[in-house]
């Protein structure tokens, strides 16, 4: 049982233009969501994160918006540039519990110049 | 360096052959994590340990062992290594810091390929 659905598995965006990740979650104890970035042949990175007392949150050109009652969230990557091009993994869990986190399948994204 | 490093970065082997992936990390973190990643399956994890001595399964744990007599080190053994194991492999740790309590932090992977 999947419990972290991330979408689309790939996407291609021109330069300059919006990059959208989403991911929808089952378990409404997660009460921590960060995404990862990985480029080729490097371990994954943390890249931003949220918890469920707000909506939003802005780090530069990257985005997380969250959804309590849909129990969704998603990355938006604005002005995104070729050297976004990587995978992106949303992820979720519960603190205080096992911290033991349930990542997405990724998102492979290509930015073309 | 500080961080989290694992050994080897790339290892061909035949089936049947015992393997063992190092992981090593130097912030005294306690828990330690070994994923998986294939295509189409993204990050799936093995095993954890959430303290010296201390180790449990995770969603894939068939055909490999862990053990953790160090807070620093979490090895993972591939007791008989099977095709299906071929893979890139990921060791990760936990920080609880204040900002991002439950950051994993991930290795560099090692390819592992079984013939």
């Known amino acids: 049982q999947q419990q972290v659905k991330q979408s689309p598995q790939s996407l291609i965006v021109q330069k300059g233009g919006i990059s959208i990740i989403n991911c929808a979650y089952e378990?409404?104890?997660?009460?921590?969501f960060p995404w990862y970035q990985q480029f080729p042949g490097k371990g994954p990175a943390l890249l931003i994160a949220?918890?469920?007392?707000?909506s939003e949150k802005k780090e530069g050109r990257f985005t997380i918006s969250f959804n309590k009652s849909a129990k969704q969230f998603s990355l938006h990557i604005m002005d995104s540039q070729p050297g976004d091009s990587a995978t992106y993994f949303c992820?979720?869990?519960?603190?205080?519990?096992?911290?033991?986190?349930?990542f997405g399948r990724g998102t492979s994204l290509i930015v073309h110049p | 360096d500080a961080g989290i490093t694992q050994s080897p970065r790339y290892k061909i082997t035949e089936t049947g052959r015992q393997v063992t992936l190092m992981c090593h990390q130097t912030?005294?973190?306690?828990?330690m994590f070994w994923y998986r990643q294939d295509l189409g399956h993204g990050l799936r994890l093995i095993y954890y340990?959430?303290?010296?001595?201390?180790?449990d399964k995770g969603e894939v744990p068939d055909g490999y062992v862990v053990s953790r007599s160090k807070t620093e080190n979490f090895p993972l053994t591939l007791e008989s290594a099977t095709r299906s194991q071929t893979s890139v492999y990921f060791c990760?740790?936990?920080?609880?810091?204040?900002?991002?309590?439950?950051?994993?932090?991930f290795g560099p992977g090692t390819r592992l390929l079984v013939l």
């Open positions: 340990s959430a303290a010296a001595d201390i180790t």
């Open positions: 990760a740790s936990s920080s609880f810091g204040q900002e991002h309590r439950e950051t994993q932090y």
């Open positions: 992820a979720a869990s519960i603190s205080g519990g096992s911290y033991i986190p349930t």
């Open positions: 949220i918890r469920p007392d707000v």
């Open positions: 378990n409404t104890a997660f009460d921590y």
């Open positions: 912030w005294s973190h306690s828990y």
